[in-house]
């Protein structure tokens, strides 16, 4: 069984900063994590991803402003926001590639970029 609990999210101004937050805790061994989101009327996109070797992958769209990271257990992982941007504005969903089982899902946090 797995499961993935986020934390973190929040309004901020344009420009301002956000730190994620997902503690994932299975029986089995997480070959990925990562984060996607998922604007209003829109599908959900992926933004970054971590393997259990720490090879990272981000989105275009990030262009330098987020940076993802784990803990030393692998079984966290942190999304860092800078220059958050409006079309930052989504729910973003915590992602677990579990070795045999599949993928799992967090219930979502909204992150909001208004001023």
């Known amino acids: 069984q797995t499961n993935l609990v986020e934390s973190g999210g929040g309004l901020v101004q344009p420009g301002g900063s956000l730190r994620l937050s997902c503690a994932a805790s299975t029986t089995s061994s997480i070959y990925r994590l990562g984060w996607y989101r998922q604007a209003p009327g829109k599908q959900r996109d992926l933004v970054a991803t971590?393997?259990?070797?720490?090879?990272?992958y981000y989105a275009d769209f990030v262009q330098g402003r987020f940076t993802i990271s784990t803990n030393n257990a692998k079984n966290a992982v942190y999304l860092q926001m800078n220059s958050l941007e409006p079309e930052d504005t989504a729910v973003y969903y915590c992602?677990?590639?579990?070795?045999?089982?599949?993928?799992?899902w967090g219930q979502g946090t909204q992150v909001t970029v208004s001023s």
């Open positions: 971590i393997t259990s070797g720490s090879s990272t």
């Open positions: 992602n677990a590639v579990i070795i045999g089982h599949g993928m799992y």
